[in-house]
């Protein structure tokens, strides 16, 4: 479906650990040994919620945010429809339990409306130039209700750590040579005691930020080695729906990627028809080559094929996200189908100074979400606080 279907949560920031230390520790009222100062490189999931959870223990911080707005993959669209657009993440993967679990009862998360589906929705497989209808059956995803990601850490996260976020300040360098780490940018240096790099895995391959020394060989390898999806999404608004809950197209081999359109619109209180479209991986380079009018064309032609022309003679009107081309993101995420043992090797820290968080620097059990980047941030940060 949307994503590998094996999701196991308990919660976020303090959640589901082998062992409860982690969790005990970012509750615990005792105050921490580290008493130095913290930078936090991106303001996406993951930098927010190490901010977050700095801010709680009374660490000193500051997050470097590349680009002018934060919220990184979780940008939300709020003029094409009449509900949020989520032209990155999107779906809740586990019980809506897990938004007390993030903020720790500092807020009521009461009034934020969430809906599932049920066995009964209308799934479509596209094979071999046909489609093939049946029941959805058992899916856990969830969809936030006129809300999305992005506005749950505007209205929860992000009011801790506003102050402490600069924009527009592009890291060139890490330099954790001696016993403080100096991070440089165009224009500034800072002098700090541990560093969190939560910049998307294809800056890392792309040799955007040069670390001095060199990163750890294994280190390095991994790094090169994972495989990085290409990643757009397409809403397209129709006058009528003719679509199911989701159509899945067969890819063949399944680790090139993926391309799914489903109903964007779906639990919305709308009587917009919008259908999305999410392809990752090689798939998606095929739709990111193209022009703006051909992928236009492309696509309601593709969607003609697939519900016996009812698509062009139905469109309004379109929007398009293409994450490869977003600057200082450059990509979607993580494949699915990569090796538990690179993931670890992203996330190991180096000579206890520079750590690593986000959705594909996570233990390997899990990946490419919006709860693993919260999850690996919180990792860091027990690590940085001892």
């Not at 939300?76 to 009449?82: G, I, K, L, M």
């Not at 016993?179 to 895995?201: A, G, H």
């Amino acid at each position: 479906m949307i994503r590998k279907d094996f999701l196991r949560i308990c919660g976020l920031l303090g959640v589901c650990l082998p062992v409860s230390r982690a969790t005990a520790l970012l509750n615990s009222s005792e105050p921490s040994s580290f008493s130095g100062k913290v930078l936090i490189v991106g303001a996406g999931a993951a930098g927010l919620s190490a901010g977050y959870l700095l801010k709680k223990k009374g660490i000193d911080f500051t997050i470097l945010e590349a680009a002018g707005s934060f919220g990184g993959r979780m940008k939300t669209n709020h003029d094409f429809a009449d509900f949020p657009i989520p032209l990155g993440a999107e779906w809740i993967t586990s019980s809506t339990l897990l938004f007390n679990q993030i903020i720790k009862g500092n807020s009521s998360t009461d009034n934020i409306n969430t809906v599932g589906y049920t066995q009964n929705d209308e799934f479509g497989v596209w094979y071999n130039n046909k489609l093939v209808r049946g029941d959805l059956g058992r899916l856990t995803y969830r969809k936030f209700v006129n809300s999305s990601w992005m506005q749950f850490f505007e209205d929860f996260i992000f009011p801790s750590v506003a102050e402490h976020i600069q924009y527009n300040a592009v890291v060139k360098s890490i330099d954790y040579s001696n016993q403080q780490v100096m991070i440089e940018t165009q224009e500034s240096e800072f002098m700090v005691d541990r560093v969190i790099v939560t910049v998307p895995l294809k800056i890392l391959q792309s040799k955007a930020i040069d670390f001095k020394p060199a990163l750890p060989e294994k280190k390095l390898e991994a790094i090169s080695a994972a495989t990085v999806w290409d990643g757009i999404k397409v809403f397209i608004e129709f006058e009528e729906r003719f679509y199911p809950a989701f159509v899945d197209f067969i890819i063949n081999p399944e680790t090139d990627g993926q391309v799914s359109y489903y109903d964007a619109s779906f639990g919305q209180q709308s009587e917009r028809n919008v259908l999305g479209l999410f392809a990752v991986g090689k798939p998606a380079e095929r739709y990111s080559a193209m022009t703006a009018d051909a992928l236009k064309t492309y696509i309601l032609n593709e969607l003609d094929q697939v519900f016996e022309n009812q698509a062009t003679p139905n469109y309004v009107k379109h929007i398009v996200q293409d994450w490869s081309k977003e600057p200082h993101v450059e990509s979607a995420y993580l494949s699915d189908h990569e090796k538990p043992k690179t993931i670890q090797r992203l996330q190991k820290s180096v000579d206890d100074k520079v750590f690593f968080a986000g959705d594909c620097y996570t233990s390997g059990v899990d990946w490419g979400n919006v709860h693993n980047a919260v999850e690996s941030a919180k990792q860091s940060v027990n690590e940085i606080l001892g």
